[in-house]
């Protein structure tokens, strides 16, 4: 990783926070069994920036990312979007937030098999409110000659791409993306998170990345190392590296 430096949590004066989480704590009663999933994290996450959130599986990485876009709650502790309270909002309010602010992406496609690469980008374009083209979308992530084909006829990487084409199609401020490389090939791999860094750097769409694989983090602008449910470090790469320097 490039010149690395513990840095706070809170953001520095004058920079504008996406996300403000303080005291965050996510506890799963399994029976007669509590899983601390999360311990107390607090963190800001600053516009434009791509975060790697880093750590082993069951550090907790899923549930904070899952928290943050509104698809699970937290048991104590405050999470902020903006000058939006998702703590204590109600379903209406977040599905609301996950339509118009968030674009998801996760290690599986979830793409709808019987519909093009075009036609599923469109059914999430037409259900919010300044959405690019499908085609725009595609383009973003070099699939504009396979618009056409489906889902079957591409490859993973290449559905994986469609899956991101459709999330940042919807023209979110916020790209949450949960080991959207961990069913992928080194080489296939790096043509997805070229991808991000094209969402990331053209569009200025906040980025938060999570990966067990530690070869990623030197794209970050910000490595956030998770482990046990708490956050170890955080470290700020002077010099990120593009997603085709990488390897592994």
């Not at 990485?61 to 979007?81: F, M, P, R």
């Amino acid at each position: 990783m490039d010149e690395k430096n513990t840095i706070p949590v809170s953001a520095t004066d004058g920079e504008n926070v996406v996300f403000r989480v303080r005291g965050l704590t996510k506890v799963y009663h399994m029976g007669e069994v509590d899983v601390h999933a999360l311990r107390g994290v607090d963190l800001d996450l600053i516009a434009g920036e791509l975060m790697v959130l880093l750590g082993p599986s069951g550090s907790g990485k899923s549930t904070l990312l899952n928290i943050l876009g509104g698809l699970d709650t937290a048991s104590e502790g405050t999470v902020h979007y903006r000058d939006h309270d998702l703590t204590h909002a109600d379903e209406r309010r977040l599905t609301d937030y996950r339509r118009h602010h968030v674009g998801f992406v996760f290690q599986f496609y979830n793409l709808m098999p019987s519909l093009t690469a075009r036609e599923n980008v469109q059914a999430v374009t037409e259900i919010v409110r300044d959405p690019m083209t499908a085609e725009d979308a595609l383009a973003l992530v070099h699939l504009q000659d396979r618009m056409d084909h489906f889902p079957a006829q591409l490859s993973g990487g290449e559905q994986q791409r469609v899956a991101i084409a459709r999330a940042i199609a919807k023209n979110p401020s916020v790209l949450l993306c949960d080991e959207p490389t961990g069913a992928l090939d080194s080489e296939t791999g790096i043509l997805v998170l070229e991808a991000l860094e094209r969402a990331n750097q053209e569009l200025g769409t906040t980025t938060a990345l999570i990966t067990h694989n530690a070869d990623i983090a030197g794209m970050a602008d910000r490595v956030v190392r998770i482990m046990d449910g708490r956050i170890s470090a955080i470290e700020h790469n002077a010099t990120r590296k593009r997603a085709s320097e990488l390897s592994w």
